[in-house]
């Protein structure tokens, strides 16, 4: 990650620290280094991803050609055109019928020719190459030309041209002709603008632009700034591809992972439901090319180092929007849906000598992908949920039993049909429940020891999608940042229950958003992470091995506001040997902490993290001032098995600590 954190020794904390500090202003915070408590699970923390936000086509997924294929329900939707240009439909992707012929305009001085829009502008950067595509045929064996142009719509004549490349189309079969352009200004709300050059027309279907730099140099690639982002996050598991977008509008329109696999030109488009979703943040070009789809979301799970976590459609779309269960599939009809999981788990993981396990192979995937987990149903409800999800878990245990089937608690953190789906997912013996939690402040400041009570014995909680929305403000401001790193002490404090949990959404484009508050966002050539992504890598980054318990003035650490506003949560890392406390203060004034590791004697070390606002709690990142809010480095000295220090209001500190060899 470049936003590297940066160093600091607070002369405040040095000189509080050489004390022995017992006053009654003093809080005194045990961590009992005897204990080995749970193991944290590898998958802890993790990130979800959904293509909300502009976060797959027009983010996080490379392409800069809107409307590439031509699929459009307007089939030039983002193009413009001029000249003598048709639309037809007999193309060479079965499932993307539709191409463009150019023709000649019948005058030496006119021209025929379109241009892409891309998302927002078509982005390019000086000094970096971009790889244009496109499959086409010319008109007679005699071939044809075309001329490829990056443009500046804001400059004027000649100068507008940034780029540019003649691709000679050279016979009346469809190839797939490739072209470097390298553009020679940075311009973040460009063009790219094709001219026939030739007499005969040309014929061109699935035009795209991506730069050569991609994650790992992937051609049908990833934007490398937000694929680091993810990677510095360390996340322990990845979610996808939703979220709403797996249940659809309708049965047409619900996420069909086998859609989005084989080759590009030829998956399917399909409408976004967030194009439409808020009205008053209404995209109506916002639809899922699939270029990103299940076999690149495996590959950026295993790049990232996380485990795979596919969530399907368990036969029923969106409830929210069809609230009349005679338009949902009958518990009958299924075999389909089960189908998809079946195969899908196949496709991961199968033998190359099997119908999908193959495919993964001819993708370039020859070893399986190893998953583990599988979701059946994202934010579902009353009783026809365990109905469609029990045969889905019979189906999946009789087949494969080794993978963890992971139910839904609703949309809901409680309440009636949460209180419903909790026992019916122990009935079904489903191995996690996903639940999600959108609340405010006070839910958060309340929730710390939400798991503290939660049945050891029964399924594990994944906390699938949560953010602290806040009450009047709904962004990414640092106090909402807070209480989460609040409340996340308490998952960290019940890791022998909690397996899993992401924060939601991931992404979101500055020009493009539905929702927010979100984790990371980005134009078309920046992003920055919030003070909620920092929080997240803070944990994952020090997430240790086994949970350490930690008494606060005498009492179990609660998670609630009445211990002075501190939130705490203690581990051990086997790795190194040290101890990670991590204490959050949500109060208004700094406190004092008194730390002792309880069962060991000279402490070597103790290094510091502190995430604070030095703006105040409506203070955020943002792309003019992405490093307002950082997490910074320091070290204190430590006494015998004790270390002191002052926590300022309203932040987040982590302590590292590790006996003296
Ligand atoms: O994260 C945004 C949306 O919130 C998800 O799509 C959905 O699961 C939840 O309602």
Redesign the pocket.
């Known amino acids: 990650m470049k936003n590297e954190l940066r160093f600091f020794v607070t002369s405040g904390l040095l000189s509080l620290a050489a004390m022995t500090m017992y006053s009654e202003d003093v809080n005194r915070l045990v961590v009992n280094s005897e204990v080995k408590g749970a193991e944290i699970p590898s998958t802890m923390y993790g990130v ?1 991803f ?1 293509d ?1 936000n502009y976060g797959a086509d027009g983010g996080l997924y490379a392409e800069k050609i809107k409307n590439r294929s031509f699929e459009f329900p307007q089939a030039l939707m983002g193009w413009t055109t001029f000249g003598k240009v048709k639309v037809k439909d007999d193309g060479p992707f079965e499932r993307n019928p539709h191409y463009v012929v150019l023709s000649d305009p019948g005058h030496p001085e006119k021209r025929t020719g379109l241009m892409n829009e891309g998302f927002f502008g078509v982005s390019f950067e000086k000094g970096e190459e971009y790889r244009f595509s496109v499959w086409a045929r010319c008109e007679t064996d005699h071939g044809s030309k075309i001329t490829v142009e990056l443009i500046d719509p804001s400059s004027q004549g000649e100068s507008q041209v940034m780029a540019s490349v003649d691709v000679e189309i050279e016979g009346s079969d469809w190839r797939k002709y490739v072209a470097i352009l390298s553009p020679s200004e940075t311009v973040k709300d460009g063009r790219l603008r094709i001219f026939l050059n030739s007499k005969s027309a040309v014929d061109l279907e699935h035009v795209s632009l991506f730069p050569v730099e991609t994650w790992m140099g992937h051609e049908n690639g990833l934007r490398k700034d937000l694929v680091e982002k993810l990677h510095a996050l360390k996340p322990g598991v990845f979610r996808f591809p ?4 797996v249940e659809g509008t309708d049965l047409d329109t619900r996420y069909q992972w086998k859609n989005t696999v084989g080759p590009v030109e030829n998956r399917p488009l399909n409408e976004n439901r967030w194009h439409y979703t808020f009205p008053h943040k209404f995209f109506p070009d916002y639809f899922q090319s699939y270029g990103l789809g299940f076999f690149e979301y495996f590959q950026l799970a295993e790049e990232l180092g996380s485990e795979p976590l596919p969530v399907l459609n368990v036969g029923l779309i969106c409830q929210y929007q069809n609230w009349d269960e005679n338009v949902q599939p009958h518990v009958d009809e299924l075999e389909p849906y089960i189908q998809d999981a079946l195969d899908l788990i196949e496709f991961a993981n199968g033998d190359t000598l099997t119908e999908w396990g193959g495919l993964r192979a001819s993708m370039g995937h020859k070893e399986p992908f190893d998953l583990k987990f599988i979701a059946i149903g ?2 579902q409800w009353d009783e026809i949920y365990p109905q469609h999800l029990e045969p889905f878990v019979k189906a999946i245990r009789s087949r494969y039993p080794e993978i963890k089937i992971i139910g839904s608690s609703g ?1 809901q953190s409680e309440g009636e049909d949460f209180e419903y789906l909790w026992p019916e997912m122990k009935r079904l013996k489903v191995d996690l429940v996903d639940e ?1 939690f ?1 609340r405010p402040e006070k839910w958060f400041l309340s929730q710390g020891g939400r798991y503290d009570s939660y049945d050891r014995d029964g399924p594990k909680v994944f906390a699938g ?1 949560y953010a602290c929305h806040g009450s009047g403000k709904k962004y990414n401001h640092f106090n909402a940042s807070l209480m989460e790193a609040a409340f996340m002490t308490g998952l960290e404090r019940n890791a022998d229950v909690v397996e899993m949990a992401t924060y ?2 991931l992404f979101a484009h500055v020009e493009g958003w539905q ?1 927010r508050p979100d984790l990371i966002w980005f134009d078309n050539l920046q992003s920055y992470p919030t003070s909620s992504y920092y929080v997240q890598q803070l944990y994952s980054t020090n997430k240790g091995t086994n949970v350490v318990p930690v008494t606060m003035n005498g009492s179990w650490v609660k998670g609630d506001e009445d211990q002075n506003g501190l939130f705490a949560s203690g581990v051990y890392d086997s790795n190194d040997g040290s101890y990670i406390v991590k204490v959050v203060n949500t109060g208004k004034t700094s406190q004092q902490l008194e730390i002792e590791l309880k069962g060991l004697n000279d402490l070597e070390y103790c290094e510091t993290i502190i995430l604070e606002s030095f703006d105040g709690g409506d203070a955020e990142n943002s792309l003019s001032n992405p490093s307002k809010i950082i997490p910074m480095k320091g070290i204190l000295p430590t006494y015998g098995n004790h270390v002191n220090a002052e926590i300022p209001a309203e932040s987040m500190m982590v302590f590292r600590v590790a006996e003296k060899k």
């Open positions: 979800f959904e909300i939703g979220g709403c977008i994202n934010e949309p999600h959108y999608e939601a959404p929702w």
